[in-house]
């Protein structure tokens, strides 16, 4: 669902409510023109409506409220860096979580299903010395 926003061009935590479905899950503030959603009245209504929140804040990257960056008032924050964002990388985005769930499963989602631990990073082990890649005539 799609929710109003407010005069910081944010997320409207007032209307949240009323925009709130049984199939609701999460709410999304994106954090616009550097300016920040009124990030404590809204994990108030996460809170109270047992949601999850996820702050997408590419747009307002560095913004701080109260010492604590944005992006890190959820469960998760994400960062698009596609070419017209504050920092890009061309294409991709990163996000930032301190839950371990989270963590583990955004790496895999990246990269298909490795979890990087031990051997199994999903790279070959060994690089064979000599057939078509290395040019050899056989
Ligand atoms: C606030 C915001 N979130 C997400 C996106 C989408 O990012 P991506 O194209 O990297 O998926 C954009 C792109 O315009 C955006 O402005």
Redesign the pocket.
């Known amino acids: 669902m799609f929710c109003d926003i407010d005069e910081t061009l944010c997320l409207d935590p007032d209307r949240i409510e009323a925009a709130i479905t049984p199939r609701t899950k999460a709410v999304v503030p994106?954090?616009?023109c550097g300016a920040m959603a009124r990030i404590d009245e809204i994990k108030d209504v996460c809170r109270k409506k047992g949601l999850i929140l996820l702050e997408?804040?590419?747009?307002s990257l560095g913004a701080t409220y109260q010492g604590k960056a944005v992006g890190s008032f959820g469960l998760a924050g994400?960062f698009?860096?596609?070419s017209?964002?504050t920092v890009t990388c061309g294409?991709?985005?990163g996000i930032i979580t301190d839950d371990k769930a989270v963590y583990e499963k955004a790496d895999q989602f990246a990269d298909h299903g490795h979890d990087h631990l031990g051997a199994r990073t999903g790279a070959p082990t060994a690089i064979p010395s000599s057939g078509p890649i290395s040019g050899s005539a056989n």
Request: hydrophobic share 30%; with cysteine; net charge negative.
């Open positions: 994106v954090h616009m997408d804040a590419c747009q994400c698009s860096f596609d017209v964002k294409e991709g985005g």
